[in-house]
């Protein structure tokens, strides 16, 4: 399995040498996770990011023993507990494959080497942090500005075939609905 995808990723945001991706793709780990299976674990440190190749993750946290999804990784999104990450401190999220997982990870420190060595790896950085900044924004911005109705159209449309491998009490989590009021939003637009 190579990383070759990942270059075609990032050739679409920035022309990378192959000497730039040389110092980038030798840190890159290749991890493959089972469904179910935990990426990050609540109160650990987050020490990757990870780009999805293949499968589905959600990102969650506990409150009074209830989980609540924060966001999904389809392929081709980071999955990160991005806070962690950043501050070296435990995470207060959880990060879960839904389906069986493929993810092309680089630790932190391999990350400040690929900064200090490479002409576009704080480029790259920026970027990878500035997806993570807007992808967590937009989410903000619709629980404050569209109904739970537009959240769950949004999320079909944009990822149709990937969201028959969630449980509704996920999506429903995702949307900040229950259930049985996600059932009801089905039931109207089916």
């Not at 990378?16 to 493959?32: A, G, K, Q």
């Not at 790896?121 to 500005?145: C, D, H, P, Q, W």
Request: hydrophobic share 35%; net charge positive.
């Amino acid at each position: 399995m190579t990383a070759d995808f990942l270059k075609g990723y990032y050739q679409k945001i920035i022309n990378i040498s192959d000497e730039d991706w040389d110092v980038l793709s030798r840190r890159l780990i290749v991890r493959e996770f089972a469904r179910g299976e935990k990426i990050l674990e609540t109160g650990k440190t987050e020490n990757y990011i990870s780009f999805v190749q293949e499968g589905v993750c959600r990102s969650f946290y506990n409150k009074n023993d209830e989980e609540h999804t924060l966001s999904f990784s389809f392929p081709g999104d980071f999955a990160c507990g991005y806070l962690s990450f950043l501050k070296r401190s435990p995470s207060f999220l959880c990060i879960q494959a839904l389906t069986p997982a493929v993810v092309w990870s680089i630790s932190y420190t391999d990350m400040l080497s690929v900064y200090r060595e490479s002409g576009v790896g704080n480029y790259i950085g920026r970027t990878i942090a500035e997806g993570l900044y807007i992808r967590s924004t937009e989410r903000l911005v619709s629980f404050m500005a569209d109904s739970a109705e537009k959240r769950y159209s949004e999320l079909l449309r944009e990822h149709p075939i990937l969201i028959k491998h969630i449980p509704l009490k996920y999506i429903a989590s995702y949307i900040g609905i229950t259930p049985q009021a996600l059932s009801r939003i089905r039931r109207s637009i089916f």
